[in-house]
């Protein structure tokens, strides 16, 4: 019992850091944004996306080159975007009431995620078919290499190039009052703080892993991926109380998308290949495919998301915490 409160300790003060890593981000972002002239879309699909997706990247890069957990990173990737999904827009419609939607948000930014998570899914489908691996334990192994992992970091670009198209067309102007070296040092120097509190979470996902006698990646969904999404959190809740809607959604979907196509990538594109599990993978992408489909048959319904449909969100990603406890008891054996 003294080990797992003390893991609950350790995660809780990775949070901690990971959130105020997370403060100073989200202010030099902003920053950095206003000082290019960026449209409100690209400062939040881009540049605070990019930004606050760090403790995702970080997680897959401290999980699997320092602790050898790929699955435990793609687990938090799953877990960060599902919440990205659910969680956020939900509260951000009860902090800052209703949420309009725009088209280009609909149709290109919910479109191309969707687009992003076939991708990976097709991804590590390939990796099994193609670098088919048989370990112990194991019902449907593969293995990602390098030329597959830039399949979807490939697809990223083009997702970067149609933001560049939009960013040539806007007609914002650049603010040269802004202090571009104190707002860059401040930018990384957040990222650094949100490097050190994600691995404290990493170590706690793994602990209470061992501790539980559950496969770590299980924790990864919820442990890491709710700490790691803080900055996303943070980031939209401020954007929604300032009223500014367009950038909280924004920032959801460019993060995932982020997350999805460069994040997971990144960690194979280091170690060389890595192992996975397709048995765990489908179901963990399949709730994710669940989460995505009612994200966007909500937002797309009158153009809006109201405070009903924000509790429906809530209520979808309670399901999912419910589910991985269950799996977490050995109630239940999906994963």
């Known amino acids: 019992m003294l080990e797992i409160l003390t893991l609950l300790l350790m995660a809780a003060i990775g949070t901690g850091v990971v959130w105020h890593g997370s403060s100073w981000l989200e202010e030099s972002a902003n920053g950095l944004a206003i000082a290019y002239g960026l449209p409100a879309v690209v400062q939040g699909a881009v540049i605070a996306a990019v930004g606050s997706s760090a403790p995702e990247l970080a997680s897959v890069l401290l999980a ?44 290109k930014e919910s479109l191309f995620y969707m687009l992003a998570v076939a991708s990976l899914l097709l991804t590590f489908s390939l990796a099994v078919i193609y670098n088919p691996v048989d370990p112990a334990g194991v019902r449907i192994g593969g293995s990602v290499s390098r030329p597959l992992a830039l399949f979807p970091v490939a697809l990223y670009g083009l997702y970067l190039f149609t933001q560049y198209l939009d960013a040539a067309d806007a007609d914002e102007t650049a603010d040269t009052s802004v202090a571009l070296a104190r707002t860059w040092v401040r930018f990384i120097a957040g990222l650094v703080l949100i490097v050190v509190g994600v691995e404290a979470l990493v170590r706690s996902a793994i602990g209470l892993g061992d501790a539980f006698g559950t496969p770590s990646f299980l924790w990864g969904m919820t442990v890491v991926a709710a700490g790691s999404s803080l900055p996303d959190t943070f980031v939209s809740l401020t954007a929604a109380r300032a009223d500014r809607p367009t950038v909280t959604l924004a920032n959801v ?72 406890l269950l799996e977490s008891l050995g109630l239940v054996s999906v994963l």
């Open 253 to 324: 979907l460019g993060s995932n998308t982020f997350d999805l196509l460069v994040a997971v990538p990144v960690g194979v594109l280091v170690a060389g290949s890595l192992p996975i599990n397709f048995a765990h993978i489908v179901p963990m992408m399949g709730f994710l495919v669940l989460a995505t489909v009612s994200f966007f048959a909500i937002s797309r319904t009158g153009m809006a998301l109201s405070r009903r449909e924000a509790w429906v969100l809530l209520g979808l990603y309670a399901a999912f915490v419910c589910w991985l």
């Open 64 to 107: 699997t080159l320092l602790h050898e957990e790929f699955e435990l990173g793609v687990g938090s990737i799953v877990g960060s975007a599902t919440f990205n999904l659910l969680v956020i827009p939900g509260l951000a419609v009860l902090v800052g009431g209703g949420i309009d939607t725009t088209r280009e948000l609909v149709y």
